[in-house]
């Protein structure tokens, strides 16, 4: 296992139009999490998982998000009707969770992102 | 709400010193604090995470300090190196923030000249 993949790491869409992500996290770890960073800016958090069970979501995902985690395994990031202030990068990460020590379960490990640019 | 401050917000210090970045934040019940490594074009690497119970972690050149009543963190880097140069973000999970939740910093644009 090499580490959290996310897939495509870029993508260029017209305004308007739906896109997809995706995040296969480590493959032991129960947690995922998904974020979003513009340029210049610290990630924001968008929503976390623990198995298939979405927990948590931010404010800042509006009705136009939504995310999946179908078998506790991979996920998924889905923008419906992109605008341009969409853009930015889509990080994923996950973490042991339950496993491992007080400190390495809850260390987030991330992928190299998915960079959307909404014309 | 809290809010998570790093300063400054780019640093260029010649390959060899010593150097400090700074992290703070404005409230004090956290469960720990992170430090990572961002590369351009590349994922967020873990560097060191310190609990609340913690005054300080150690990785290597890399030593992070906690300061939790006035809302500090420092990540000290000795003998820098070029391989250094990237951005650092320092990240807490609050207490009172929901299941594991990160608030971040904007980070520091380290450059190590040679």
């Known amino acids: 296992d090499t580490g959290v993949s996310q897939n495509p790491r870029h993508k260029i869409t017209k305004r308007g139009q739906n896109v997809t992500f995706r995040c296969d996290p480590i493959?032991?770890?129960?947690?995922l999490y998904w974020y979003r960073q513009t340029l210049g800016q610290g990630p924001e958090f968008l929503t976390y998982?623990?198995?298939?069970?979405?927990?948590?979501k931010s404010r800042l995902l509006s009705d136009r998000f939504s995310a999946e985690r179908p078998k506790g395994s991979f996920s998924t990031l889905e923008i419906q009707r992109t605008e341009q202030g969409d853009s930015a990068m889509y990080l994923c990460a996950s973490s042991p969770g339950t496993s491992g020590g007080t400190l390495a379960k809850n260390i987030q490990y991330f992928g190299a992102g998915t960079r959307l640019s909404v014309l | 709400k809290q809010e998570v401050t790093q300063i400054p917000a780019a640093l260029s210090v010649p390959e060899g010193e010593n150097l400090v970045l700074n992290c703070s934040f404005t409230d004090s019940a956290i469960y720990n604090l992170q430090w990572f490594r961002q590369d351009p074009g590349k994922g967020l690497t873990s560097l060191l995470l310190i609990q609340s119970s913690q005054r300080e972690q150690t990785s290597g050149r890399l030593n992070a300090s906690l300061d939790k009543s006035s809302g500090r963190s420092t990540l000290y880097i000795a003998a820098s190196q070029p391989g250094d140069s990237a951005t650092y973000l320092c990240a807490v999970r609050g207490v009172m923030d929901s299941n594991y939740q990160l608030i971040w910093g904007a980070g520091t644009k380290l450059i190590i000249k040679p």
């Open positions: 998982f623990q198995n298939e069970a979405q927990l948590e």
């Open positions: 493959s032991e770890h129960n947690r």
